[in-house]
Nanobody
């Protein structure tokens, strides 16, 4: 089992910055990829950014050049630095941890943190 706790959301003006954190606990050595997803009102949840255990990263086209995902050396915390925020970035941001066990993919989710970009 893996537990995820997010922090760092809030209200910010367009062009501003926020940093999200997600602390993992439990069987953290089993985690392969960690990432951030977001869900805007009336829309499906979408991938924002992900980082593998080997530090390979993947970003949604809409956030490339503005957001940076990173993972600490202990592999237990993942961060999302968000710069140049736009109103379209508004949504609930969820931390995700992927565990692959015997070929089966298991996704763990945090409780979500609200990000609102508005003037």
């Amino acid at each position: 089992q893996v537990q995820l706790v997010e922090s760092g959301g809030g209200l910010v003006q367009p062009g501003g910055s926020l940093r999200l954190s997600c602390a993992a606990s439990g069987n953290i050595l089993s985690i392969s990829t960690m990432g951030w997803y977001r869900q805007a009102p009336g829309k499906q949840r979408e991938l924002v950014a992900a980082v593998t255990r080997g530090d390979s990263t993947n970003y949604a086209d809409s956030v490339k050049g503005r957001f940076t995902i990173s993972r600490d050396n202990a592999q237990s915390t993942v961060y999302l630095q968000m710069n140049g925020l736009k109103p379209d970035d508004t949504g609930v941001y969820y931390c995700n941890a992927l565990v692959v066990r015997a070929g089966i993919r298991i996704n763990y989710w945090g409780q979500g943190t609200q990000v609102t970009v508005s003037s």
